[in-house]
């Protein structure tokens, strides 16, 4: 199974243990209705793999919202299998269409196959005299290169393409540390932070106490 965070959006309970199961429950997130998945969809989401007949909406219209604001990769999954169905799905932008019943081995081996499609997007920020350009990993402060190590650097990335927002302790775990390590030091993440601060005089980390941190967006 290829890495990446999924949100299941199947209002079958069954169906939808099924496929966290065989995907790899610790890196899913399950919904029921629309609803839930707005809720807990965030821009740290892989891919979406989405139901259209759902109790309070359609997935299509889900997917167009998501596509408004977002590039996430979808896959349909639905008992529809009209011509139209399919053909309206894919012309919003979904990656990939599967009818039930199907194997979770061949959903596996689809998303797997989106997933290795989904290309990075280039991340760079350049504000208030920092220059930071993720690709090619080379990080300003006035005009001067800093050195940051490749965990400042992904925790770094996570807080800029999430400017705005209040990232918890655990997501920031979770994905910074996602290399199978066992344990991680309680207060990894705050020695992270805190090097940053040195390394990044007034970046724009907030700390947002007993949640976690967030990059103050610019006016």
């Not at 997130?29 to 139901?51: C, G, P, W, Y």
């Amino acid at each position: 199974m290829e890495k990446g965070k999924i949100l299941i959006v199947e209002d079958d309970h069954t169906l939808n243990n099924g496929i966290a199961l065989s995907l790899g429950k610790e890196r899913m997130l399950q919904a029921h209705t629309l609803s839930e998945a707005r809720k807990l969809f965030d821009n740290t989401v892989d891919l979406v793999i989405l139901d259209i007949n759902l109790p309070d909406g359609s997935g299509l219209d889900f997917c167009r919202e998501l596509h408004s604001s977002s590039k996430v990769p979808v896959i349909f999954l639905t008992a529809n299998d009209m011509e139209i169905d399919i053909v309206t799905g894919l012309e919003m932008g979904a990656d990939d269409y599967i009818t039930k019943p199907f194997s979770l081995m061949v959903l596996r081996a689809r998303v797997n196959a989106v997933l290795r499609r989904k290309e990075p997007e280039a991340v760079t920020y350049i504000q208030g005299g920092f220059s930071f350009d993720f690709d090619q990993m080379i990080f300003m402060v006035d005009g001067k290169s800093v050195s940051l190590s490749k965990t400042e650097q992904k925790l770094l990335k996570l807080l800029v393409t999430n400017r705005g927002l209040t990232l918890t302790r655990e997501l920031l775990i979770d994905r910074i540390w996602s290399d199978g390590a066992e344990y991680v030091e309680e207060n990894a993440l705050s020695v992270t932070v805190r090097r940053l601060r040195e390394k990044l005089p007034k970046i724009p980390i907030k700390t947002v106490y007993g949640v976690g941190y967030s990059f103050e967006r610019e006016e």
